[in-house]
């Protein structure tokens, strides 16, 4: 089987998601370090210019976004599940309403404890980039009290959900393993508890949460060797795309055919348009091959959760 390639960062939570899935599963895997900034040329060879991070790499395949990462990772080693007690719609739904509702909050609860430290770069490139808004310390505290209130009505519920499986006897939110919410709430939590000073807690309500997230920070990250992004481009370029048997053959359930020409775009942010040849579509996934000069043929993978696919 080829290798399992992390394309990533350190301090890349959404990142942080996947490398704890890896731990979960325990799984061996590969790790390229990518810049916190673009340019990331060789990167952007096997993504067809998608730009967001992490970005898993098998042989020519290429799954971008975790919502499309994780279930990948669950294919291959599907024990122990990230969906326990089969709650796979009900924990993808609610861990993207998570991640979609507290990101930009959680941010400016971190802007306003170490905003100062932030590179003038890093916040022109987050705004022109990625975010499309002014992350800097001033422009962020207006915004403070709002964000502060979403975080305390969001930790409430994950205490309230948590206090009733635990009533359960169960560890995490639907049985003794994470899930893709509870690793979804987990992630967001581990920029902000990571980089924030300790009050930081107290501030957005996340009393009682923290054997929970002490034991999904306890997971690690599996079994990681380096690799040079030159390595991984020729991984691709000597692999072919896998046969698509995950997805129904008769195409899009909204009606686009196999072969035709696509574009996807994410819906939020880092909204670059990538173009190819729609494989094979289902509500989960979409599934599109393109051709690239230096990684040669290419199925790139994305969730239907939080992309437009539109044909050209
Ligand atoms: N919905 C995406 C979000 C990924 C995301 O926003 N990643 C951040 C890093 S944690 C990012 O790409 N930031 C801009 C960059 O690194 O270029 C996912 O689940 O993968």
New binding site residues.
Partial sequence: MSDIILHH?G?????E?VRTTLGLKGMSWRSVDVA???PRPLLAALTGGY????VLQIGADIH????A?LPALERLQPEPSIYPGGCEGLARGAAFGW?RSV?IPTIGVLVHFIGDALPPEFIK??KE??LGIDISKPAMAPDLPHHLQVLRAHYGWLRQALTAAKARGHAFLFGQSPSVLDLACWQTTF?MRKNAPPEVDALVGFHGLEAWYASIAAIGHGHASAMTPEEALAAAAAARPAAVAHLRPDGDPGGLQPGASVVVT?D???RVPVTGTLVAASDAEVVIHRHDPQAGDLHLHFPRL?FDVMPI
């Fill in positions: 960062y301090l890349s939570p959404f990142s998601k916190p900034l673009p730009r967001r991070i992490p971008c976004d975790t919502n990462i991640e990101w490139d987050r980039g990625y920029l994410p939020d942010n880092a939080g």
